[in-house]
């Protein structure tokens, strides 16, 4: 039986990962900072190991000696940092994937399908970015074999901006958003993503794919048509680019060119791991609204 060590599984993407897992009868392992949390979520049957940092490569060697995984799905990342609580990009998306990879490269039978971001590149401004290429040259450099996962905006009913807005339209017909123009996304579906990390299972090149769907949408449309599909109304009301400019924000900062496939020379279509087309865009918003 194929035994896979998943790290990340609580989070938006992880639950479709394991649950797909599941589905295919893999002996299935979790690392995980929240145990109570994987319990909750997945049961007792699944294997789930608690570690507060993955920094400590003692308990983490430790946990991977024990499980002997032949395959890592790394799943680990933020959008948001939390400084208070030292949840930093470089923390959580670079140093935990570096010294994962550096535990890992004991176990010459281990492959690893990391998850990173579309839109890395040496240029870009943002820290979200920056560490998430950081993360892909470590793996790189590591020597393990591995798949690495580039996937757009991602749509799904646990998506956090969807999340928000259901609990905004509960309490007011107003949106503040902001006034960003010809900046476009071209979202994948959850469902789509976690396939395209068990199917990396059995891909034998060392590959990067970026997962996009069908359509480029602007951020502002996406949102409308989530809302429509909800059956709800809104006014939006515009915040000034530059406003976010001046500010310099992360997340301003990580729209510094379109979130859509082919800007990377480096990277394979999605369609080469799915198989298959993708989800179309609008049963996507369709799904992802109904929940």
Known sequence: MLKLLITGATGFVGRYVVTQALQKGYDIHLIVRNYQKAIALFGKEIKTYQIDDLTQKTQLAKIIENISPQYVINLIGIIKEIKSQAVTFEKVHYEYSKCLFEVLKDYSAVKVIHMSALGVDEKAPSRYHKTKLMAEKELIKSGI?????????IIGPEQ???????SILKKTP?????DIHNYFFQPVDVRDVATCFLNAIEHEENEIFELCGDQKVSLKDMVKDFIKTVGGKVL???????FLKLFAT????????????GHSIDALSMQKILGRQPIPYKEQIKWAAKF
């Open 160 to 166: 956090l901006l969807f999340v928000k807005l259901k």
């Open 174 to 178: 107003v949106l503040l958003f902001p």
């Open 250 to 261: 992360e997340q301003y900062k990580m729209m510094w060119k379109d979130n859509i496939c």
């Open 236 to 242: 939006f009301i515009a915040i000034p680019g530059l």
């Open 145 to 153: 074999p591995f798949v690495i996962i580039r996937p757009s905006f």
